[in-house]
Structure formats: C-alpha cells, structure tokens
C-alpha cells in the first residue's frame, strides 16, 4: 500500500484488503493499494528465496531500475531520499508487478538449475 499524502508505502496481504485503515504514518484515510498478481500465474518467489538471490547484480539491477532504489549493503536499501525501505516491501512490490514478478522467477530458476 502507499499513502498519496505523505509517500509512505507499507506491505499487506490479500486478506487485509477489505480491512485497512489509515496510513500508519501520517493518518490520512486513503491509502492507494500499488500492487498486485497476476491471476494464474504462479511464478512467486518466496521471500527467503529472495533474500539468497541479493548477491545477483541482475537483481540489484533491477531493484534500481524498477523501484528507484539503492543498496547500502547485504539486506538494506535506501530511496532517493535516503530512507531505509524494508527488504519485505521491496520483495512485495517485485512480486506485485508480472513483469518484475518474472523476472525475479527466472534469476531464481537460473540459480536453481
């Protein structure tokens, strides 16, 4: 989810959908739901299979491209503001996007094989 009001982005789950309140940040009512799957699908990447894959300059690459983001170091990465962004919320939000979404499948099948 993301706040229109003040930037500020945070994960939740499909079941949550129906039941979200304010921005945890500033309070503002009307968060802006950012991602989703692809129906049908099915190429997710487990988070733990994320993380494994953070030494991939592919992924850091695309972590850049995609999200405007830059690593500070193993698990950290900064905005352009320079605000630490939780490495959960980048794994959502590659996974809420098929494109991105399969582009992380193949670095993992890659690595995989």
Do not use: K
Not at 12 to 25: H, S
Request: aromatic share 8%; charged share 20%.
């Amino acid at each position: 989810m993301a706040c229109p009001a003040c930037g500020h982005r945070w994960l939740v789950y499909e079941q949550q959908l129906g039941l979200l309140g304010p921005c945890p940040a500033c309070g503002a009512a009307r968060p802006r739901f950012m991602g989703g799957i692809a129906p049908g699908s099915g190429r997710q990447v487990s988070f733990g299979s994320f993380r494994d894959l953070l030494d991939e300059p592919r992924l850091l690459s695309l972590i850049g491209q995609v999200l405007g983001l830059h690593p500070l170091d193993g698990e950290r990465f900064a905005d352009a503001q320079g605000r630490d962004v939780p490495l959960e919320d980048i794994h959502y939000a590659l996974q809420g996007n098929a494109g991105w979404q399969g582009r992380v499948y193949n670095l993992h099948m890659s690595r995989t094989r």
